[in-house]
């Protein structure tokens, strides 16, 4: 069909998706672009954004993870106090709303039941509402007052990928805009649609690694039965989106936790052999979870790390090239994006459909 032919030579879609972001972070900064050359978000939602005292990310999976990163990059470009909930939780539990929130709906479908559920509720109290979306005219951009499009191309394979970095790309457009409108420094100073073409470069090194990745997944990941996943800071984030992508499609028992937790808890699980990767993106936090490392390696585990450059470790690394702070789970997820697919493969599972999942869940 159809579908069948996009995938051109791709054996599955989720490869070629995974391929696609360098051209899809392009395309980002092409889309949200003006006549004048500069970055533009439609005035509505700046301004919304803007004169509102909270922000509430609301969303489900992966894009809930997206939404942590955005929660850094909202903070820090316009100095607005960010709060990230699964939705799930939020319909049932709803926390104490400032007096004048704004919620950010993520969904690459548009179709998650369990966010449209709080969809409803905002709408009925009368917030403010945006959906961060990959499919115009979905549920939730119809139903909520504004919409931002991740301009990604269809998304096939049910482990999202280039949804998840057009969801930072695009929320570090909305952060920087809505910063530049109020004054704040930091957007001001933040040369994004730069730093974004470092971005798309890093990318293409990445996804141009595929047999040193397939290797690695080769040796640490094909016969295990559990994995880690650790960082701190951003990289605790995407830690949490690496685990859930090994989750899904190898079936192998993941966790991402902040690294520091390691030693109140997990590190009882760590045996001869237990795979345990860190993340390294940033010096000052990098030192700790160095030191992370070295305790569950002298416990036996096979540990890789995934660092920035110059912030490699002895032993087995994947090096991200340098790129902005703010910026490095748009690098830093290829690689584990690619873990996980080569671990499912390896394997002999099917990686585009796992068991069990569904690409869109319309029920709560
Ligand atoms: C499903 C998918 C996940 C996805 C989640 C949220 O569970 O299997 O990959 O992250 O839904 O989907 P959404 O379309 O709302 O981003």
Known sequence: DAADMEKGTYAHYMLKEIDEQPAVMRRLVQEYTNASGELEVDEEITSKLNNSDRVYIVACGTSWHAGWVGKKLIENLTATPVEVHVASEFAYDMPIISEKPFFIFISQSGETADSRQVLVKVNELGYDSMTLTNVAGSTLSREAQTTMLLHAGPEIAVASTKAYTAQIGALAILAKVAGVVNGNENAVAFDLVHELGLVANAMEVLVNQKEIIADLAQEKLSTTRNAFYIGRGLDYFVSMEAALKLKEISYIQAEGFAAGELKHGTIALIEEGTPVIGLITEEVMGSHTRGNLKEVES??????????????????????????????????????????????????????????????????
């Open 299 to 364: 416990r036996g585990a096979d540990t890789l790390v995934i660092s920035m450059e110059g912030l490699e470790k002895e032993g087995d690394n994947i090096i991200l090239p340098k790129i902005n702070t703010l910026l490095t789970p748009l690098v830093s997820v290829i690689p584990v994006q690619l873990l996980a697919y080569y671990a499912s493969l390896q394997r002999g599972l099917d990686v585009d459909k796992p068991r069990n999942l569904a690409k869109s869940v319309t029920v709560e």
